[in-house]
């Protein structure tokens, strides 16, 4: 592994949108290995667009974007960007089981026409297992809740065993119950050394395992720094400088504002 | 009932051709259905008659300009699709209609071009599969089964979630084309038995019912199969007994069949109406001393549980309702794990 592969997402001066309009301008994001970090921001203020940007999933309209140090467009070991989206369900039209979904995780490791093999199967029994639905493994996922169904997401990307997991709005709409689920598999996720990239409108029970915050306001990257302790309305508040102003000037960001 | 039918050539080609439709349309059809697109086959289905036509009025032989029609009709329908736009839609309805109607004004152009031949591929005929025919579909099946099964996990995963499959870097528009490609083949398999009109109903009901029964893709794939695979070998023998279409035949049980299973499912549910509803995941185990209200129920306690009653069943807890409304309003547990 070189130096440079540690750099899991490295974006420069990035646009990214649909068709030729841009949502997002000159994003400067990083991602290192090991890394936990949370994108959050407004409706509208572009975190989900920058994910898309991230997993090819929407165009970059300009600007550079390698990972794992390969520029994006040569990039071709997708497999180990594990992408979890904000679906609410996973359900199709005709009916499938838990494992059934998960296993369509395990197929960017397979070529064609090749069948799953028993390491294969403990590496999906074993992403099943980690999101605590084991014992619903052969149930039809139309029977889950939309919570259950979430971590049936997050199996499936686990089942390509990737080196990043991305994760859109994991908690958003579920319910207590789920939310305390999916809060202990992303810290057992960390504690094995995960790297993490997750969209979020608040930090709520995810907080504690949080490393770094990216606050997008307006297609911007307003602030790119540890999280704030004592709550994250400082996030939102209307003008304030960096907290770990790793920017050469916090205007060209659009901030203009003074410490509290 | 003696097997004479099986005594005439044409027969046996007809009940040989019903058993390849009747692997290949479900196979297909269970991708279709997944994707919520039931009707494309449909569309299919007229744009091949154009090419039925055109082989009917040039060389006698229509089963292989049908392929070449039906196959490039469904690639232009994939990347109509492809690109999303709305006045896709309008693109696909001029396309499915222009074959239908180019089909009907060059057939009656051909020598022989008559009304009942006509009918004969749209709604399918039993004394019409020739022994070059049967080849040509034989070979065919053997294609699109390969696809469907051997390419069952990627035809799946694309057709259950398009977008993650595209952010797992799977070659989503190469799958699509695929797709569309074994839906036009498995359309010009049934031109002679089942016929351009109605295959589409091949492919989606017997999938129909086989979800009513079962509960994962696989079974549903399989169970598919097995009564797409009843359902025309039976279409096709009562046809030569009552002297119907077989296509229509084949159809009408397929739909019989369906309603069976579905009034045989709704029975069921009433009959076994006995509440099981599973609680939400439930983190906490209740006990004696868990702080949840206890309340004994018929032969069990149960628990309290943010206003639910929560019943210990095996290794989960069942919610039980039949509780009078002045423990249910009890909500002194809130916000346990």
């Keep these: 592994m070189s130096v440079t592969e540690t750099e899991v997402v490295r974006m420069r001066g990035g646009a ?6 841009p949502v997002i301008r000159d994003i400067d994001f990083s991602l290192h290995t090991g890394e936990v970090v949370v994108l959050l921001g407004p409706n509208g203020s572009g975190k989900t667009t920058l994910v898309r940007g991230i997993l090819g999933l929407a165009p970059l309209i300009s600007g550079e974007l ?43 490791r397979k070529r064609p026409f090749a069948w799953m093999k028993a ?12 999101v605590g639905l084991a014992e619903r493994a052969d149930t039809s996922v139309a029977q889950l809740s939309g919570g259950q169904q979430r971590r ?77 302790p004592g709550g994250e309305g400082v996030y939102h508040a209307p003008a304030h400088h960096h907290l770990d102003d790793q920017r050469p000037d916090p205007h060209d960001l659009g901030l203009s504002g003074q410490l509290p | 009932m003696t097997l004479d039918l099986l005594h ?49 009025l040039t060389t006698g032989q229509p089963v292989l300009t049908a392929l070449v029609t039906a196959v490039v009709g469904a690639v232009v329908i994939e990347l109509v699709r492809a690109r999303g736009r709305t006045s896709g839609d309008v693109a696909l309805a001029v396309m499915f209609y222009g074959g239908i109607a180019a089909g009907v004004v060059i057939i009656s152009r051909a020598p022989g071009g008559t009304p009942a031949n006509l009918n004969s591929y749209l709604f399918g005929a039993i004394t019409t599969t020739s022994r070059t025919d049967l ?17 069952a996990p990627r035809l799946f995963a694309v057709s259950n979630d398009e977008e993650y499959a595209r952010a797992a870097g799977l070659p989503v528009l190469g799958i699509n084309l695929l797709l569309a490609v074994i839906t036009a083949t498995t359309v010009v398999i049934s031109m002679r038995v089942v016929g351009l009109l109605l295959i589409s109903a091949l492919m989606v ?83 004696e001393h868990c702080g949840h209200l206890a309340v004994p129920h018929d032969d069990h306690v149960d628990y309290v549980h943010d206003g639910h009653r929560h019943a210990p069943h095996g290794e989960h807890y069942d919610e039980h309702y039949d509780e009078p409304e002045a423990t249910m309003s009890s909500r002194g547990t809130e916000g346990h794990p």
């Design chain 1, 16 to 21: 990214v949108g649909y068709g030729d309009r």
């Design chain 1, 66 to 108: 390698a990972l794992f140090g390969v520029p994006a467009a040569s990039f071709h070991e997708r497999y180990r960007l594990g992408y979890v989206p904000q679906r609410h369900t996973v359900v199709g039209g005709v009916p499938s089981t838990v494992r059934e979904v998960v296993s369509s995780g395990r197929l960017s």
């Design chain 1, 119 to 130: 390491p294969d199967r403990e590496v999906v029994s074993q992403a099943i297992e980690t």
């Design chain 1, 152 to 228: 049936v997401l997050i199996a499936r990307a686990l089942a390509a065993e990737p080196d990043v997991l991305v994760m859109d709005e994991p908690t958003a709409g579920v319910d207590a119950a789920n939310q305390e689920i999916l809060a202990a598999t992303l810290r057992q996720l960390v504690a094995n050394g995960s790297t993490l990239l997750l969209v979020a409108h608040e930090l709520g029970p995810l907080e504690p395992l949080i490393g770094r915050v990216v606050v997008m306001r307006d297609g911007h990257a307003v602030y790119d720094g540890p999280p704030v």
């Design chain 2, 8 to 56: 005439y050539g044409f027969m046996q080609r007809a009940l040989l051709a019903s058993l390849l439709v009747g692997m290949t349309a479900p196979s297909v059809g269970v991708y279709i259905v997944q994707r919520r697109l039931a009707l494309i086959g449909d569309g299919m289905g007229h744009v091949a008659l154009a090419g039925v036509a055109l082989g009917v």
């Design chain 2, 135 to 151: 080849v040509v579909f034989a070979v065919l099946a053997v294609l699109v089964l390969t696809a469907t099964i051997g390419l």
């Design chain 2, 205 to 287: 009901v017997p999938v129909a019912t086989a979800q009513l029964l079962v509960n994962s893709f696989r079974s549903t794939l399989v169970t598919a199969i097995g009564i797409g695979v009843a359902v025309s070998l039976g279409g096709t023998t009562t046809s030569y007994y009552a002297n119907t279409p077989s296509g229509g035949t084949i159809v009408l049980l397929a739909i019989a069949i369906f309603t069976l299973a579905a009034v045989g499912t709704s029975v069921r549910s009433v009959l076994h109406r006995n509440r099981h509803d599973e609680a939400e995941d439930h983190l906490h185990r209740h006990g």
